[in-house]
């Protein structure tokens, strides 16, 4: 077989049955070009595993299974770390071709995802990063997406700013580029996807197709790997963490940097407002505070700068001093009252 020209990567924790939908609808792509596929198992404890080595079998046999026969399949099992950042660069580790496409274990490909954006990859060679619209299922019903506020195509930074405006699961990137952005971040265990599109936005321009290539589903009971957004809730909280580390490690020409700014200084508010409509006055004057003084890079380090997050496990790796989160930022959502 050729080698492959995409390497799709799924991080996945306890999903069973989510997980070989997912994988089905990879395996089901029409008129791609070789792909491999890279199930990465963040310490499962159901039957994750055993499906996973069945897999395995069935697919180095070419039996029992809908088997795209340019399509090769590994599979690692790791130590459950929690990370999903962590989970994505153990695959990307694994990966051997030019492109890497990323799939939500309780997401779901339309058959012709990866043709229509390889297609689109392969007319413009310089492109770095596409992504498409999505269907939004809950539970067996279509939500309908809001109309699009700020433009997908381009120069999105701003948009990627404000909002999570890139699903992981819509997107194929160069994987040069994303190993050049250092991946992402091993120490951020919600929105460290908002993170990584603000890193790779301040620098590239990407392509949207409009047309919705993806299933998202959102909804599903704990039972099938909760979706950590809908277990902690308040995302916009957790995104506000991300954007401080973001900004901790982000060296912007002057725009950029006012841009940057002005988000950091319009989400601090937004929560001190809230902080203080809860009654909770000290932490809304720190959030005012911070709203001021927004986090500044500690080390003289390009965006493109090669490096190794910090480990959950680990207080540093490889000099990278982990991000500290100002005192206000360090509580959890739940108990913002």
């Not at 992981?168 to 160069?174: D, E, F, N």
């Not at 277990?231 to 841009?259: D, N, T």
């Not at 203080?276 to 890079?297: I, M, S, T, V, Y």
Request: net charge positive; proline share 8%; hydrophobic share 40%.
């Amino acid at each position: 077989m050729n080698a492959p020209i995409c390497s799709v990567i799924i991080p996945t924790y306890n999903r069973r049955r989510l997980l070989a939908e997912a994988v089905g609808s990879v395996l089901s792509q029409q008129g791609a070009p070789p792909l491999e596929l890279i199930i990465v198992d963040d310490g499962s404890t159901d039957d994750t595993p055993d499906y996973l080595a069945k897999l395995t079998r069935a697919t180095a046999t070419r039996s029992g299974v809908a088997y795209m026969p340019s399509c090769t399949v590994t599979t690692l099992g790791i130590p459950h770390c929690g990370m999903p950042g962590a989970v994505r660069n153990r695959g990307v580790e694994l990966a051997r071709s030019t492109y890497l496409a990323f799939l939500d274990s309780d997401d779901l490909w339309l058959s012709s995802k990866l043709a229509a954006q390889l297609a689109l990859h392969r007319a413009q060679p310089q492109l770095v990063l596409s992504h498409t619209r999505e269907h939004w299922l809950r539970g067996t019903r279509i939500i309908k997406q809001p109309a699009d506020e700020h433009p997908k195509h381009g120069d999105v930074f701003i948009a990627a700013l404000e909002k999570c405006m890139i699903g992981p699961s819509t997107a194929v990137i160069k994987r040069s580029v994303l190993e050049e952005l250092g991946g992402f971040r091993e120490d951020i265990q919600v929105a460290e996807d908002y993170e990584f599109w603000l890193r790779l936005t301040a620098q590239h321009e990407v392509s949207f197709l409009t047309e919705p290539l993806i299933v998202k589903r959102a909804g599903h009971s704990a039972a099938e790997g909760e979706q950590l957004s809908e277990r902690y809730g308040r995302i916009e909280f957790f995104r506000l963490r991300a954007l401080a580390a973001f900004l901790s490690v982000a060296h912007l020409p002057p725009e950029r940097l006012r841009l940057a700014h002005n988000a950091w200084r319009e989400k601090c508010l937004i929560y001190a407002a809230g902080r203080q409509k809860r009654g909770h006055p000290q932490d809304a004057a720190e959030l005012r505070q911070l709203a001021a003084n927004p986090p500044r890079p500690s080390q003289p380090r390009s965006l493109s700068t090669p490096r190794s997050w910090p480990q959950p496990s680990q207080p540093q790796a490889h000099g990278s001093a982990p991000v500290v989160l100002p005192q206000a930022l360090q509580f959890f959502p739940e108990h913002l009252g």
